[in-house]
């Protein structure tokens, strides 16, 4: 990978309204919690963790011009994050993304509605063809599955043409699939349970099956694969290792951005030349220190704090 350039992260960014109950939710009724509204986005959140743990992050996305798109952009520039090639649309029927969950009084998700429209009808082809130039002096390029197929193959053409590795966020189960005809160009991918099925079409319900999926996607041309499985912790696999390792206890506020949290620490790793194994730990920690928290993005992220939480 080249030295001392940009990392060119490429998805989503979005507004995340969670509501949080403080009793069992009943059907049909309203039930008391808390209700947070916060910046997010699968592509936004990578590009803010990684730019808190201090590398060099350029951004590709679409915001509205609106209340919503310029708290994104004023947030991700006080993280550093370069966005002055973020498309900012000037029609008023294309707004900001935005993302609502509905969690339960343990934290865990019961339901969420997306509304990502403006990243399939504005991050198109052309787009990313005009900042070609950003693809020739990247490190590494991470993307999500919130882009159009179409899109996601000149992504992958200029990837190829300046040999730079990608990783990937599968974003959902019912996305994840835009990303099988690419698999054997994939230096990473993070799906969890649901997104390791669609991608490899093997089912996971425990940690063997998942490290059956795990090496399915190696061979399919991943060249690492993690899946993560929630309080179980995770696997990896490469063509030469895997394993499992076990989720950190931690009291989850919000899980929300904790599979984020993930890759991204794992992408920090590989760039700092750990094992897969340390990078795979350094990963568990950051979703643990993201459970914790009320943001989708942790905003106290560091290496220290990575490193105190790390598994031995």
Same mark, same amino acid.
């Given at each position: 990978?080249?030295k001392?350039?940009?990392?060119?992260?490429i998805g989503a960014?979005?507004?995340?309204?969670?509501?949080?109950? *403080?009793?069992?939710?009943?059907?049909?009724?309203?039930?008391?919690g808390?209700?947070?509204v916060s910046?997010?986005?699968?592509?936004?959140?990578?590009?803010?963790?990684?730019a808190?743990?201090g590398?060099?992050?350029?951004?590709?996305?679409?915001?509205g011009?609106?209340?919503?798109?310029?708290r994104?952009l004023?947030?991700a520039?006080?993280?550093?994050?370069?966005?002055?090639?973020?498309?900012?649309s000037?029609?008023?029927?294309?707004?900001?993304?935005?993302?609502?969950?509905?969690?339960d009084e343990t934290?865990?998700?019961v339901?969420?509605?997306?509304?990502?429209?403006?990243?399939?009808?504005?991050?198109?082809?052309?787009?990313?063809?005009?900042?070609? #130039?950003?693809?020739?002096e990247?490190?590494m390029?991470?993307?999500?599955?919130?882009? *159009?197929?179409?899109?996601l193959r000149?992504?992958?053409?200029?990837?190829?043409?300046?040999a730079?590795?990608?990783c990937a966020?599968?974003?959902?189960?019912?996305?994840a699939?835009r990303?099988r005809?690419?698999l054997?160009?994939?230096?990473?991918?993070?799906?969890?349970?649901a997104?390791?099925?669609?991608?490899?079409?093997?089912?996971?319900?425990d940690?063997? *099956?998942a490290?059956?999926?795990?090496h399915?996607?190696?061979?399919?041309?991943?060249?690492? #694969?993690i899946?993560?499985?929630?309080a179980?912790?995770?696997?990896?696999?490469?063509?030469?290792?895997?394993?499992?390792?076990?989720?950190?206890e931690?009291?989850v506020?919000?899980?929300t951005?904790a599979?984020?949290?993930?890759?991204? #620490?794992?992408?920090?790793?590989?760039?700092?030349?750990?094992?897969?194994?340390?990078a795979?730990?350094?990963g568990?920690?950051?979703?643990?220190?993201?459970?914790?928290?009320?943001?989708?993005?942790c905003?106290?992220l *560091?290496?220290?704090?990575?490193?105190?939480?790390?598994?031995?």
């Amino acid at each position: 990978m080249k030295k001392n350039s940009h990392l060119l992260v490429i998805g989503a960014a979005s507004i995340d309204t969670k509501g949080r109950a *403080s009793r069992p939710i009943q059907a049909g009724t309203s039930t008391p919690g808390t209700i947070r509204v916060s910046v997010g986005g699968v592509g936004r959140n990578l590009a803010e963790n990684l730019a808190r743990l201090g590398e060099q992050v350029v951004l590709l996305s679409a915001v509205g011009d609106d209340g919503s798109g310029r708290r994104i952009l004023h947030q991700a520039r006080e993280c550093g994050i370069d966005v002055s090639h973020v498309l900012v649309s000037t029609t008023a029927e294309q707004h900001t993304a935005a993302y609502l969950a509905v969690l339960d009084e343990t934290g865990n998700l019961v339901m969420s509605i997306d509304d990502m429209g403006i990243h399939r009808r504005l991050m198109t082809p052309g787009y990313i063809h005009r900042h070609r #130039a950003l693809f020739r002096e990247a490190q590494m390029v991470i993307l999500d599955a919130n882009l *159009s197929p179409a899109t996601l193959r000149t992504i992958f053409r200029l990837a190829r043409q300046h040999a730079v590795p990608v990783c990937a966020d599968p974003t959902t189960a019912s996305l994840a699939p835009r990303l099988r005809p690419h698999l054997p160009d994939l230096l990473l991918v993070t799906p969890n349970a649901a997104e390791a099925e669609a991608l490899c079409g093997l089912p996971v319900t425990d940690r063997e *099956s998942a490290l059956l999926a795990a090496h399915r996607l190696v061979s399919l041309g991943v060249q690492i #694969a993690i899946i993560t499985l929630g309080a179980t912790g995770l696997v990896y696999a490469t063509s030469q290792e895997s394993g499992h390792i076990p989720a950190i206890e931690v009291e989850v506020v919000d899980l929300t951005g904790a599979g984020d949290a993930l890759t991204a #620490a794992v992408i920090f790793g590989l760039l700092h030349n750990l094992s897969i194994a340390e990078a795979v730990r350094l990963g568990t920690s950051a979703a643990a220190l993201t459970l914790e928290c009320r943001e989708t993005v942790c905003p106290t992220l *560091s290496l220290e704090q990575l490193y105190d939480r790390l598994v031995i």
